[in-house]
């Protein structure tokens, strides 16, 4: 009911949504500098949501508080029912996201960094997965390539299988389509929407173009 509270007091009612993401006066600030002002949005469960705003515009910061990474100065977060500043653990195996600005470890070849995120988040069937992967984002050439000797955009692909091991119902993507050329970019993609499609998973898309 709505008298009902959790146990940090704040009501039920607010986590008891169909969205799969809800943010409330979201603010992050640096000592003197605002990152992220103020926002309110929500990312309804199935929906694809794009988070638009060039470089510096507080994007990646968004994210990372959606992740539990960096705390929100003020504001609040739910995703999939839980609230991120008391409960996130019940709800981060649930959710994965892609970054070019993260780096996997440069020595472990792709299949080794693929395997390692996998048994960390409990998948069984891990050699299945990654062959599912492989073939989905064309990795096959180099599953077996150091990390650190990828280009850009393979680097962005393997990102994205990373991303996409666990089937999250909650997925954050950070400019997912950065150093792809035109028709991978466009694969990626139709990938993606065939995954929201098949899985139902809510997609937030951080970026700064407009046209994508």
């Given at each position: 009911?709505?008298?009902?509270?959790?146990?940090?007091?704040?009501?039920?009612?607010?986590?008891?949504?169909?969205?799969?993401?809800?943010?409330?006066?979201?603010?992050?600030?640096?000592?003197?500098?605002?990152?992220?002002?103020?926002?309110?949005?929500?990312?309804?469960?199935?929906?694809?949501?794009?988070?638009?705003?060039?470089?510096?515009?507080?994007?990646?910061?968004?994210?990372?508080?959606?992740?539990?990474?960096?705390?929100p100065t003020a504001g609040r977060i739910a995703v999939l029912g839980a609230d991120m500043a008391t409960d996130r653990h019940a709800v981060l195996a649930r959710m994965n996201f892609s970054s070019p600005y993260v780096d996997l470890p440069h020595r472990l070849t792709v299949r080794e960094n693929l395997t390692v995120y996998a048994h960390l988040y409990?998948?069984?069937?891990?050699?299945?997965?990654?062959?599912?992967?492989?073939?989905?984002?064309?990795?096959?050439?180099?599953?077996?390539?150091?990390?650190?000797?990828?280009?850009?955009?393979?680097?962005?692909?393997?990102?994205?299988?990373?991303?996409?091991?666990?089937?999250?119902?909650?997925?954050?993507?950070?400019?997912?389509?950065?150093?792809?050329?035109?028709?991978?970019?466009?694969?990626?993609?139709?990938?993606?929407?065939?995954?929201?499609?098949?899985?139902?998973?809510?997609?937030?898309?951080?970026?700064?173009?407009?046209?994508?």
């Amino acid at each position: 009911t709505a008298g009902w509270r959790s146990r940090r007091g704040r009501p039920y009612s607010w986590l008891m949504t169909d969205y799969a993401i809800k943010a409330e006066g979201l603010t992050k600030r640096f000592g003197a500098v605002t990152a992220v002002s103020g926002i309110d949005f929500t990312v309804p469960r199935g929906a694809v949501v794009g988070l638009l705003g060039g470089n510096g515009a507080g994007k990646t910061t968004t994210i990372a508080m959606l992740l539990g990474l960096l705390l929100p100065t003020a504001g609040r977060i739910a995703v999939l029912g839980a609230d991120m500043a008391t409960d996130r653990h019940a709800v981060l195996a649930r959710m994965n996201f892609s970054s070019p600005y993260v780096d996997l470890p440069h020595r472990l070849t792709v299949r080794e960094n693929l395997t390692v995120y996998a048994h960390l988040y409990g998948l069984a069937g891990v050699r299945r997965r990654i062959a599912e992967l492989a073939e989905e984002l064309d990795l096959a050439r180099f599953l077996d390539r150091p990390s650190g000797n990828l280009s850009a955009g393979q680097k962005t692909r393997v990102a994205l299988a990373k991303a996409l091991l666990n089937r999250p119902e909650v997925l954050l993507l950070d400019e997912p389509t950065a150093s792809l050329d035109p028709d991978t970019a466009d694969r990626i993609r139709s990938g993606l929407e065939r995954y929201r499609r098949e899985s139902g998973a809510a997609v937030l898309l951080a970026s700064h173009n407009m046209q994508e």
